[in-house]
């Protein structure tokens, strides 16, 4: 029942409104955030063994008949 009275006591206030523009936006940021961090451990892990993954494949294709 509480909750019910501080989301009716939010809503009357104008602040439900204010709320949920921010939690979306920070959303937003959040998940860019996220892609850039998954962005950057690609490419640095691309970079660190992208050698070393390439001499892989090259080892078994030259393997191959």
């Known amino acids: 029942m509480s909750s019910l009275?501080?989301?009716v006591i939010s809503f009357?206030?104008?602040v439900k409104?204010?709320?949920t523009?921010?939690?979306k936006g920070a959303t937003a940021v959040e998940y860019g955030l996220l892609v850039a961090l998954i962005a950057a451990i690609?490419?640095?892990a691309v970079g660190f063994l992208g050698t070393d993954i390439l001499n892989?494949?090259?080892t078994i294709t030259n393997a191959l008949p």
């Open 12 to 14: 009357i206030a104008g």
């Open 21 to 23: 523009s921010e939690e």
């Open 5 to 7: 009275m501080v989301s």
């Open 42 to 44: 690609i490419v640095g």
């Open 56 to 58: 892989a494949f090259n």
């Open 17 to 19: 409104e204010r709320f």
